[in-house]
């Protein structure tokens, strides 16, 4: 059995679920609502879900995530590791020492991997953590919820899947079986279908146009019951095509769900407590230097007396044997050096988004502004969600970010009052910008 607690801003979702001969089955669920984000306010939610157990996964809602897909050079897990770590310290808002981040490998071909990465603030996760693990469960890892909507589906056609929880909306398209878009929309007056099918009109359109995107067959809502019924026809007249449900689990337990169910089949994802490691390589001592010395000179000296006492014939052959011996030493160093060329012109490709990102992290005044969330769309469209002051402090960083001139067109989609409880950040906002020189209907290479 799995467990799996997702603490909301203002809820805390648990549930229990065991795969069987009919699949996963949820043995106790529950959400409640959560008075504070402390110890004692998340023992006594959980007592009244009726979820119980030494240790449990937690589940990190996609509006607190960040995700990104990179396509790398091939190579082996070590020089992956490297690879990743080195775009997600270039790439990320926040200096890598804050952040929890892993990532998952989605596929290979024509000798590049693709690659899902998951980040998410360490100040966020981190007083998280230590609540649940001080109310008496230990969190044996952290998972991003999409992970957990993608688990639910289990197909490889083409697919939209919506999941409305914790006051908020995530539209995942999928594609073979892997996440190809990933976009939340904040629900601030409630769930309503209207604003629901508008927020996956916008996702499959922006989805569209990007180039090879197949057509979207099926749409998905995660959850089952009355009101995951009700709610999938509302959003299917909306929309006009019909919206399927899937499960198990309610509309606010259902990723929770499929996160157990996807850990409990083997599925593959990005853990942010346990990321991929290098493995520790042979180090080479002066010992084993001077070892080796000795058995090389041990080898020459039996080589030359073979070579003293043989034909030619003999000589001929021991050339022969020493230049196969070579062969695969360079074949490894060819591939080498292919694999160098690759990842030069990886690099090189990504400068454009690295300058963007580094302008990004200069004009952030973090005394009256914070980033929340970046999505990174392949025509060089990023779209900001963030916290501030007051309208003010939106426009000061959308002005010192024109002025930087590697954006050709910034605008703010929206500055709407925050719902949040704290004094500082009054004001949550959406920014959409260009990167300059990227030309949005040209995919990107």
Not at 104 to 117: A, C, L, Y
Not at 171 to 193: F, K, N, W
Not at 363 to 387: E, H, M
Request: charged fraction near 25%; proline fraction near 5%.
């Amino acid at each position: 059995m799995m467990t799996a607690i997702e603490l909301g801003p203002k809820s805390l979702t648990a549930v229990t679920v065991k795969v069987n001969g009919r699949g996963p089955e949820i043995v106790q669920s529950g959400s409640v609502r959560l008075a504070a984000h402390d110890a004692d306010s998340i023992k006594a939610a959980l007592g009244s879900t009726g979820v119980t157990g030494p240790k449990g996964v937690l589940v990190v809602s996609r509006g607190q995530a960040l995700l990104r897909d990179l396509e790398l050079p091939a190579g082996t897990p070590d020089e992956l590791v490297a690879m990743v770590r080195f775009q997600v310290e270039r790439e990320m808002p926040l200096p890598l020492d804050q952040v929890y981040y892993s990532y998952v490998e989605t596929g290979r071909s024509d000798g590049k991997v693709r690659i899902q990465v998951a980040a998410v603030p360490r100040e966020i996760l981190d007083p998280a953590l230590k609540a649940v693990e001080a109310a008496g469960m230990k969190v044996s890892g952290a998972y991003v919820s999409s992970f957990g909507l993608l688990s639910l589906y289990g197909k490889t056609e083409p697919a939209a899947l919506v999941e409305v929880a914790n006051g908020e909306a995530e539209i995942l398209v999928t594609d073979h079986g892997r996440m190809e878009y990933s976009r939340t929309a904040p629900l601030e007056d409630g769930v309503h279908a209207d604003q629901i099918a508008q927020e996956i009109r916008r996702t499959l359109l922006s989805y569209g146009s990007r180039g090879g995107a197949r057509e979207i067959g099926s749409i998905v809502l995660a959850g089952e019951g009355p009101d995951a019924d009700a709610l999938a026809s509302a959003v299917g007249v909306a929309l006009e095509r019909s919206v399927l449900v899937t499960g198990p689990g309610t509309l606010e337990t259902a990723t929770a769900a499929g996160i157990c169910a996807g850990l409990l089949r083997g599925t593959l994802m990005p853990d942010l407590l346990h990321p991929p490691v290098a493995a520790r390589k042979f180090t080479i001592t002066r010992k084993h230097r001077v070892v080796g010395m000795a058995a090389l000179i041990l080898v020459l000296l039996f080589a030359w007396s073979q070579v003293a006492l043989g034909s030619k014939r003999a000589e001929l052959d021991k050339k022969r044997q020493l230049l196969d011996s070579l062969k695969p030493r360079a074949a490894t160093l060819a591939r080498t050096q292919t694999q160098t060329q690759l990842a030069n012109q990886w690099f090189k490709t990504r400068n454009v988004y690295i300058d963007a990102l580094g302008a990004l992290r200069q004009n952030v005044n973090t005394n009256s502004l914070w980033i929340v969330n970046a999505s990174f769309d392949d025509p060089g469209i990023i779209r900001l969600q963030g916290k501030a002051r007051d309208d003010g402090n939106v426009t000061e960083f959308v002005t010192a970010l024109k002025k930087t001139g590697k954006f050709g067109n910034i605008a703010i989609e929206r500055v709407d009052t925050s719902k949040s409880e704290s004094p500082f950040y009054r004001k949550d906002f959406t920014v959409n910008a260009q990167l300059a020189g990227v030309d949005p209907k040209k995919k990107k290479p």
